[in-house]
């Protein structure tokens, strides 16, 4: 796989096409599946749009220091927010740009960029939103609607092979510029959605919107130097048009090695630790000088399935594999006990989320599995899941079969690195694929990137068909009322827990790591994938 897109967890679900047709292809080189050798990656992002970036203040009297070090397992060669939502960019990314609406402490969303609520047409065709004044990017050229139209202009053009086109693409017709602070925003259908989308897409100066090594923004930081591969720092912006950081400079060093990583946060050479194994979470949590967050999160482990020929066109099919999953064992043996046991497809940190639902056990029922075989005309099941490479999905993949076998069902793992495990997913070159998939920084709490397939409309629906689905899908985007749109969604997990389309094992956590001398990281903003920067103290 190319570094264009950069490596992280791999699965992002394409947007669902509800409202106009696309082809298959011209929706995949949208995504960036076909020019990339990658599909649009969904990630966890750092601070989203510069209100908390100063952080909760310090405590108990404590010297306030100026640096914060994060140390990360990788740092993108690409430094533009526009092109993906890679955690590996938004971590760094997130301080330096902010998009047209934030996150309050509640998770409501709420103007940042952008001066009030946007104006709606009584037909929701139309957008118009009005722009703060007085705001500047770090090379001091004023904040205007010029801006915001290059960077959704880009993001809405099928050629950028933008991560984020899938957000857009068959519901943005047209940006305008009426104005140097008025924004218009043209619809092909009712598109309510497009309030959480803006509330995570980043604004980015109009001639850094191709750029790919470095990036401007008008957020409580920029960009200060970057060595590639390795670490980029980030300075104070003096100018900056909000609460002004207690932060003078963050620092991201890449440090591959996990191991290596916990050490480095022991020792205080890092004060924030991010992609925390399982594991390394049990060792940090008996150091009293370590804080460690277990997080729900918007990450998820999504199973596709070929469902437009055998085995998988049978739903009670697809249920006896559900009924024959050792979730326990994912859960205790992959997870280490962090993970939650699943049963819909949407997890407790995503809108529509169903705790009610109580499908399966937790250890897997043979007896359950093996009747509803019987009932299918079934006698033996023989298939392959298509995975990726990296461990934990291995070791999901392994678990899994053991607990298959117990019912008689046979599963032949079949392990790919990530670009012909894409090239596999895209054209439906397989019986059941798996993969993970953090949505938080581009979706938010929305179900938009996770139930996106499930749409018979999507060009990568492989013959998942029902009718009521599809109305609810079309209801849930078009929704303005978060409220309405969520309980849509909680109607189509339930759908699809029913028909065992989406069969996740578990519902992994988000887990991050930070010195205890660093004054708490925000855990609310941490359910939506976002990390505010703190102040440090000193003992």
Not at 384 to 399: E, Y
Request: with cysteine.
């Amino acid at each position: 796989m190319t570094d264009r897109h950069t490596t992280p967890v791999p699965g992002t679900v394409p947007a669902p096409v509800s409202g106009p047709t696309f082809s298959r292809r011209r929706f995949l080189a949208a995504s960036g599946v076909l020019t990339a050798g990658a599909f649009p990656l969904a990630a966890c992002g750092g601070e989203p749009g510069g209100t908390s970036a100063s952080g909760a203040p310090s405590t108990g009297g404590a010297k306030a220091l100026d640096t914060l070090a994060f140390g990360v397992a990788s740092i993108s060669d690409y430094l533009n927010p526009l092109s993906t939502t890679s955690s590996r960019v938004h971590w760094i990314t997130d301080p330096v740009v902010e998009p047209l609406y934030t996150y309050d402490a509640s998770l409501k969303s709420v103007p940042l960029l952008a001066d009030g609520e946007p104006e709606i047409s009584e037909d929701g065709l139309t957008w118009t939103v009005k722009l703060k004044k007085g705001v500047t990017f770090h090379n001091g050229d004023p904040f205007t609607a010029e801006h915001v139209a290059a960077t959704l202009a880009f993001v809405t053009d099928p050629k950028s092979t933008s991560d984020w086109t899938a957000y857009f693409v068959g519901y943005v017709a047209k940006v305008t510029a009426p104005g140097d602070h008025t924004v218009k925003i043209k619809l092909t259908t009712p598109f309510g959605v497009l309030r959480s989308h803006l509330t995570n897409l980043p604004i980015v100066h109009k001639d850094f919107v191709k750029r790919t090594d470095t990036t401007l923004g008008t957020g409580p930081f920029k960009v200060d130097k970057v060595t590639q591969g390795q670490q980029v720092t980030l300075t104070g912006h003096d100018a900056y048009h909000g609460t002004k950081p207690t932060l003078r400079g963050v620092a991201f060093q890449a440090v591959p090695d996990p191991a290596t990583r916990l050490v480095n946060l022991r020792e205080g050479k890092i004060q924030i630790m991010t992609g925390v194994s399982p594991e390394s979470a049990g060792l940090l949590k008996q150091d009293d000088k370590i804080r460690v967050h277990e997080i729900d999160a918007p990450s998820d482990i999504v199973t596709y399935f070929q469902a437009a020929k055998g085995p998988f066109t049978d739903a009670k099919v697809r249920q006896a594999l559900g009924h024959a999953m050792d979730r326990k064992g994912v859960r205790d043996v992959v997870y280490a006990g962090t993970a939650s046991i699943a049963q819909g497809p949407i997890g407790p940190a995503t809108e529509g989320h169903d705790p009610s639902i109580r499908l399966y056990a937790e250890t897997p029922d043979a007896a359950k599995a093996k009747a509803l075989l019987a009932e299918a005309g079934v006698s033996s099941l023989s298939f392959t899941l298509t995975i990726t490479n990296d461990p934990v999905m291995k070791n999901i993949g392994q678990v899994l079969a053991e607990g298959w076998k117990q019912a008689g069902i046979t599963c032949t793992l079949e392990v790919l690195d990530i670009g012909p495990w894409v090239k596999k997913w895209a054209s439906g070159e397989y019986q059941m694929a798996m993969t993970g998939f953090e949505s938080g920084f581009g979706s938010g709490r929305t179900a938009f990137t996770l139930l996106g397939q499930m749409s018979s409309r999507n060009p990568l629906n492989f013959g998942y068909k029902n009718a009521e689905v599809d109305r609810l899908l079309g209801e849930a985007w078009a929704a303005t009322d978060e409220a309405a749109r969520a309980e849509a969604c909680k109607k189509i997990g339930k759908l699809l827990a029913d028909d065992a389309i989406l069969l996740p094992p578990v519902y992994p956590k988000m887990i991050v790591a930070q010195r205890a001398d660093l004054s708490a990281l925000d855990e609310t903003l941490m359910s939506v994938s976002r990390v505010a920067l703190p102040p440090l103290r000193s003992a």
